[in-house]
């Protein structure tokens, strides 16, 4: 995995920092790169903005997404109101004290926390569930042995495999169901309707005066109508985000192996079913600009009289048709759908079907 090892923006330490513990943090952004951030500040702004101090371009976080800052020589981190959230250790918290190990999830993006000088995370920082069954464990060796104790715990932990397997695949069936190709069905009808009302526009036959004005202006129309597709679907894409950051937060807290080799094969399924949605984006913003680009001609060719524009006019808007790109995407979908479907099965069997379908 390459490693960007450039400086970050902040170049200026921060005096008190040279007291006590400070931290570097190691982002892993959606793409795959990874890049070390030293805490050169009391405090560091985390998001999607530029003007964050740690900048990720990940469209599943918030342009201001989080919060650390350094106090008392604990170094803590804070929510700043984000739309998906924190994940800490795979559990979502608001604000929390961060220790050496610690991996955070924000949006897409995994952040794993090196305290220089710092100790890992100790029983009181974990759930009250996790100390409770750390108690029984002790409890359980010093009755009968340390060889019966390393048992249970092993038994525990397989446990806990099953039920948090359980539930990563039911929440991963859950996003079976929310399909993006069927967030705008409604609005690609109307532009439909638009389309047939406008007709094909051809030099052989040009509009004239007030029809060609009507003609250029239902074309920026239907431009600012498909950008409007392309922002509803991004705002999709992101409620879908926030479920696939839960999975990914689970699935980090297998201790098998096995298991956690075949739910990352999953979670790559996942992933390629959320790039639908995205593709899907990316092709209305696409057709928005050609609608644009054609509107342009046609004021060329039709309101200014430029016949060098003809020839453009006459082929059309440069870009999939509205009906075209939902073919696509429910093409796409049902593709992703099925390889992921296939890919909880196996996993279903491995929890006893306790997830149920």
Not at 9 to 22: F, H, N, Y
Not at 170 to 175: D, I, K, L, P, V
Not at 254 to 280: H, M, N, P, T
Not at 337 to 355: F, M, N, P, Q, R
């Amino acid at each position: 995995m390459a490693v960007d090892t450039t400086s970050p923006k902040t170049e200026m330490i921060d005096p008190a920092l040279l007291e006590g513990v400070s931290a570097n943090f190691i982002v892993k952004a959606p793409s795959g790169l990874e890049k070390s951030y030293p805490m050169q500040k009391i405090a560091l702004t985390i998001g999607r903005s530029d003007q964050c101090d740690i900048s990720v371009k990940d469209s599943s976080m918030s342009g201001r997404h989080a919060e650390i800052s350094k106090a008392n020589g604990d170094i803590k981190i804070r929510d700043l109101g984000s739309a998906n959230g924190i994940y800490l250790n795979g559990e979502r918290i608001e604000e929390a004290e961060l220790y050496d190990g610690d991996v955070l999830r924000l949006g897409q993006t995994s952040i794993r926390i090196d305290v220089v000088g710092g100790q890992a995370r100790s029983q009181e920082g974990l759930p009250l569930r996790a100390v409770a069954l750390s108690l029984a464990t002790i409890l359980v060796i010093a009755g009968i042995g340390l060889g019966v104790g390393i048992a249970v715990r092993k038994k525990q932990q397989e446990r806990r495999d099953l039920r948090t397997l359980a539930a990563f695949v039911s929440a991963a069936r859950e996003g079976q169901h929310a399909k993006p190709c069927a967030a705008i069905v409604d609005k690609v009808q109307d532009v439909a309707k638009e389309l047939n009302a406008l007709g094909k526009l051809s030099c052989s036959e040009p509009l004239r005066g007030d029809e060609a004005k009507r003609a250029v202006a239902g074309y920026r129309e239907l431009a600012r109508t498909y950008q409007l597709i392309a922002t509803a679907i991004n705002q999709f894409a992101g409620q879908q985000a926030t479920s696939t950051q839960a999975l990914t937060g689970a699935a980090e807290q297998l201790g098998d192996l096995d298991l956690k080799l075949r739910v990352a094969e999953a979670q790559e399924l996942i992933d390629q079913r959320s790039q639908v949605a995205s593709a899907f984006s990316s092709d209305w913003r696409k057709l928005s600009a050609a609608a644009s680009a054609y509107a342009g001609g046609v004021e060329q060719a039709f309101v200014l009289g430029n016949k060098a524009s003809c020839a453009a006019v006459d082929r059309g808007v440069n870009a999939k048709s509205p009906s075209d790109v939902l073919i696509s995407c429910n093409k796409g979908f049902d593709r992703a759908k099925s390889a992921v479907e296939d890919s909880l099965k196996e996993l279903d069997e491995l929890t006893g079907g306790e997830t149920g379908e």
